[in-house]
């Protein structure tokens, strides 16, 4: 069974609710789509979410009412709403209502990661950092050695590498990222490390090196941020005809807990 955390998207345009949806089911979220507030409470009702995405539009009365009962509602007070607008003209009357946070769009990637880490704060699985699938084959250098394996994951904090013979917590590496301006070569140390998980799914083994931070220039984390948006919504961004989602770096000065 899946330990991702359930997310109940409802907004009437159906290329918004497509792309949402991907986006979110890329960072990790179980996604239940649907076309209006009261079918989200009629499913919320039977699967209890974690998490609500709404769209939000000046004066409607359905969504206004229905973030009210939800409110209300014993088994679902608890649970935290992002609403989604076109401007922020109507936010105060839906803080009002009980919603969390409140995001327009387009989108910014990273904005859209720091209002989920405010409403999901003590969710396991929610980093500071944006994570992306990754599947390249990098080198690392240890002790003198060069060593060749593929990338599962990519962060701007850090990466995890498949390799079924790990090196010890706290050895310190240098990594050469291949990304699309060009090659990078960052110092990191190994954070934790995992054998081939048993259960229903298996789980690489492999390693996950956080990268130094105070090595990194502004063009280096410029690059990393860039490369993240790529892999996670570069072809949306391609695809979309009217501004949905946008890439971009934002101030984050929380706390780093995780890689």
Do not use: W
Not at 151 to 168: H, M
């Amino acid at each position: 069974m899946s330990n991702r955390p359930n997310v109940i998207v409802a907004d009437r345009d159906e290329r918004f609710l497509v792309y949402l949806s991907t986006l979110l089911g890329r960072m990790n979220f179980e996604v239940l789509p649907v076309r209006s507030a009261q079918e989200a409470f009629e499913l919320a009702r039977i699967v209890k979410p974690d998490l609500f995405f709404f769209e939000a539009a000046c004066g409607d009365a359905e969504n206004l009412e229905t973030i009210r009962k939800i409110s209300r509602d014993n088994r679902l007070t608890k649970t935290p709403f992002i609403m989604v607008g076109d401007s922020d003209a109507c936010a105060e009357q839906y803080f009002e209502a009980g919603c969390s946070d409140f995001v327009t769009r387009p989108i910014g990637l990273t904005f859209l990661h720091l209002s989920l880490q405010k409403c999901l704060p003590n969710r396991e699985g929610m980093r500071r950092y944006l994570r992306a699938p990754f599947n390249r084959n990098i080198t690392f250098e240890f002790a003198g050695l060069e060593v060749s394996c593929f990338a599962i994951t990519l962060s701007e904090g850090g990466v995890y590498l498949r390799t079924n013979k790990p090196l010890p917590v706290n050895s310190k590496v240098s990594v050469k990222l291949p990304l699309e301006p060009g090659e990078v070569i960052l110092d990191g140390t190994v954070i934790y490390t995992m054998g081939l998980a048993k259960g229903p799914f298996l789980i690489p083994p492999g390693m996950a090196i956080l990268f130094n931070e105070e090595q990194q220039d502004s063009r280096v984390k410029q690059d990393l941020s860039d490369e993240i948006c790529r892999l996670l919504i570069g072809d949306i961004v391609d695809e979309q005809e009217e501004p949905v989602f946008r890439c971009g770096r934002e101030t984050d000065d929380s706390p780093d807990t995780q890689g």
